[in-house]
């Protein structure tokens, strides 16, 4: 059975003393739940795992509840540890407070009993982790999966991987291409809108919030103002709900928008943003074209190259205290800038789109530090580059 990377150390963290809650937070669909259990699975440690999915909003007693049950059951095997993992928590209200309550009884009264929170939106859980539970957990934030472990699990080539993107519930479906975007636009896009995205906060214009990501899947990799975006929608809003917007979708593991590098952290986040999905899937899944249309075309080809070249790095930065920009000056521009502390690393991508104004030389002239990488013709190979991880950039 396919383990992902994280299995070890999920794993090492439930074999240690309790210490910490340990959160595992990420997108929809990339395997939260598959990987606890099988590390559940894997321990000779007593255990019970409950989804909040179904449960009342309102209902933070079923948390105390579950605890309670996991108390009594341990209780009764004379176990000495136990651990309980709570799915899709974030849908609980209040839910973070009832975890401290509890947690803190626990180690007021000795019971070691390790408790697991697993969550799909990243931006609520954030927010109440640090509200309620600042120094009582650990964190571990799963990004959509790589080429290794999509090759490694179903056997993908490079192109597969492009095109078809790294769902991995969507995999059996990929000879049927049909059923495959309808599964993507059905169980991934709409399920994460209209169940996690507005569950983060009070979304006034949704229309345009759903505009907002099929512009993204649409101009993947491309540079847009957000008054070009309005431009482009036919749905009424201002620039800030639609910055608003973009970050919840990115906390989603849609689609992000990242900024230009600049000396100035006032002007970085003033730039406009280069639009990414973070899953090649889902620009796939909303095109209108079949996967043998888009590779026998060059031009479009290298769109979904870039892309994915992008979406990778976005992905891997999460997890890797690494941040991705783009840089532009006037004509010349880098596709992608990373900084990791006071490193910088630089990367053009040539595969087979239009010929751009290369800005390598000019960031270079600028930041004779960094790093300069050019993937695709006369550089790494876009194959090869899907399986290096990113800390071996700097």
Avoid at 10 to 26: D, H, N, S, T, Y
Avoid at 87 to 102: A, F, G, T
Avoid at 201 to 212: E, G, S
Avoid at 324 to 333: A, D, G, I, K, L
Wanted: proline share 3%; aromatic share 10%.
């Amino acid at each position: 059975m396919f383990k992902r990377p994280y299995f070890d150390e999920v794993r090492k963290r439930l074999l240690e003393p309790r210490k910490f809650i340990q959160v595992i937070a990420g997108p929809r669909q990339v395997g939260k739940t598959t990987l606890i259990n099988q590390v559940l699975a894997d321990l000779e440690i007593q255990s019970s795992y409950v989804s909040a999915d179904g449960v009342d909003a309102s209902d933070t007693i079923w948390i105390t509840q579950q605890w309670e049950s996991s108390r009594l059951k341990m209780k009764l095997s004379g176990a000495e540890e136990a651990v309980l993992v709570f799915d899709e928590i974030q849908k609980i209200s209040r839910w973070s407070e009832e975890v401290k309550k509890q947690w803190d009884r626990d180690s007021r009264e000795g019971i070691k009993l390790k408790i697991v929170l697993l969550g799909s939106s990243q931006l609520l859980m954030q927010e109440c982790l640090t509200e309620s539970l600042t120094g009582r957990f650990e964190q571990i934030r799963l990004g959509h999966w790589s080429f290794i472990e999509v090759h490694e699990a179903f056997g993908l080539s490079p192109e597969q991987y492009i095109w078809f993107g790294a769902y991995p519930g969507s995999m059996d479906l990929k000879d049927d291409e049909e059923r495959w975007k309808s599964y993507i636009r059905d169980a991934i896009v709409e399920t994460t809108i209209l169940k996690d995205v507005l569950m983060m906060a009070r979304i006034d214009k949704p229309a345009l919030l759903k505009q907002l990501f099929e512009l993204a899947c649409r101009y993947s990799g491309q540079i847009l103002s957000f008054n070009k975006m309005l431009g482009q929608m036919q749905d009424a809003g201002n620039t800030t709900t639609l910055s608003y917007y973009l970050q919840l979708l990115s906390s989603a593991g849609l689609v992000t928008g990242i900024q230009n590098f600049s000396g100035s952290e006032v002007r970085t986040r003033a730039s406009s943003p280069k639009l990414h999905v973070m899953n090649t899937a889902l620009m796939s899944a909303l095109s209108g074209r079949t996967f043998m249309e888009t590779i026998s075309d060059p031009g479009t080809w290298g769109r979904w190259v870039e892309s994915a070249i992008g979406a990778k790095l976005i992905n891997e930065a999460l997890q890797n205290h690494v941040d991705v920009y783009y840089w532009r000056q006037r004509q010349q521009e880098v596709d992608f800038v990373l900084k990791k502390g006071e490193k910088l690393t630089a990367i053009e991508v040539k595969s087979g789109r239009l010929a751009r104004a290369s800005g390598m030389q000019a960031f270079a002239a600028q930041y004779p530090n960094a790093k300069v990488l050019l993937v695709g013709e006369e550089g790494i190979p876009w194959q090869d580059f899907l399986k290096i991880e990113i800390g071996q950039l700097f």
